[in-house]
């Protein structure tokens, strides 16, 4: 256990933390390692002829990019992204009401795959890597889906949803992969990488 505890106290790295979002701060924190925080601003577009997980992973090494400039020599960037992939297209982050439900709307009933791709960044090296979870939702009536939209606002939220929210308590059946991946953040693989790297 002591051994543990020293890996993770005297990390050999400074760990830099490329989000804004809350969710991903949580789960980072709640696998022992300290870090900064910097979010990174960078825009979201990608290739049209990319699929699935070539998007975030696309996406993760974007950002990671945007901020190889002021990586000092002991700093270990991590920068992630998370899409919705359902019926052979992406689905971001809603702009608008209507647009959330939409989203909803397309995603009740079905199952849909949830891709986050995280990069790992140093001055000398780079890493990336994604987890994918199947995620099952019931059929949402109307009322439900804007209920959710006017009562939660998870317009930063790729898919229009938060797994951990009201939505993921009333609409989701079963999930066949990592839960924390839905969340935004896949903390095993994660948690193996930083440990090797």
Not at 146 to 171: F, H, R, S
Not at 174 to 179: D, H, T, V, W
């Amino acid at each position: 256990m002591k051994v543990l505890e020293n890996t993770l106290k005297n990390f050999p790295y400074r760990i830099v933390l490329g989000s804004a979002s809350p969710r991903r701060q949580e789960l980072l924190k709640s696998l022992g390692f300290s870090f900064h925080l910097h979010p990174i601003n960078a825009e979201e577009n990608w290739p049209e002829h990319l699929v699935a997980a070539e998007i975030p992973i696309f996406l993760a090494e974007l950002k990671a990019k945007a901020y190889a400039a002021e990586l000092h020599e002991n700093d270990l960037l991590i920068t992630a992204d998370t899409i919705v992939w359902c019926e052979g297209r992406v689905f971001n982050k809603p702009a608008t009401f209507e647009e959330g439900k939409a989203m909803l709307g397309t995603l009740s009933g079905k199952m849909h795959e949830v891709y986050t791709a995280v990069c790992l960044k140093s001055k000398n090296k780079q890493l990336t890597f994604f987890d994918v979870s199947k995620v099952f939702f019931k059929t949402l009536s109307a009322e439900e889906i804007e209920y959710y939209l006017t009562n939660y606002m998870p317009y930063d939220k790729a898919g229009g949803y938060g797994v951990q929210d009201w939505i993921g308590y009333i609409a989701i059946e079963r999930i066949e992969g990592s839960f924390y991946n839905v969340m935004g953040l896949p903390v095993k693989p994660l948690y193996e990488q930083l440990i090797a790297f």
